[in-house]
């Protein structure tokens, strides 16, 4: 597959659409996961431009910053912390509208305004997030949801 990306104009269905079998050629055939991560962070940030869009990993059980684009972040969150360290506790994707009102969000910026996190699931175990960061309010739903929870099942953890 070329190094370059198609960049979809459309609708966020439309959008996401387009990029999941960029994703799935780009995976394809490269086993190293931290390679892996950052090409999927890299698509995922050409494709939205979200502010931030990265990878946290759990090591002795923390959560420890990963691939990812965008500014620098926190390097480690513990399990029950802010929204990433919230979604591997409870192993579910968790959407936050408006960080402010997220109790014990973490903010790594105060450009960030609203968040999507999505565990990585291996044998039934978290072994990391996804985040994603928006400096608008309100920028994830359900479409996010369906789509990322699809994107990560695509990395071979
Ligand atoms: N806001 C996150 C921390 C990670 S940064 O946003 C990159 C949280 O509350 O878990």
Redesign the pocket.
Known sequence: MSEDLLIAKGSKQEQYESLLPQIKGLLEGEPDLIANLANVAGALKEQFNWF?V?F?LVKNDELV?GP?Q?PV??TR?KKG???????WQQEKTLIVDD?EK?P??????SL?KS?I?VPLIKDKIVVGVL?V?SDSLNSFDETDKNYLEKIVQLISL
Request: proline letters at 0%.
């Open positions: 931030w990265g946290y910053l990812f965008g972040a926190c969150i912390r802010g929204v990433c360290g919230t979604s960080v997220f014990g969000h973490i903010a790594c910026s960030s968040e996190v985040d960061d």
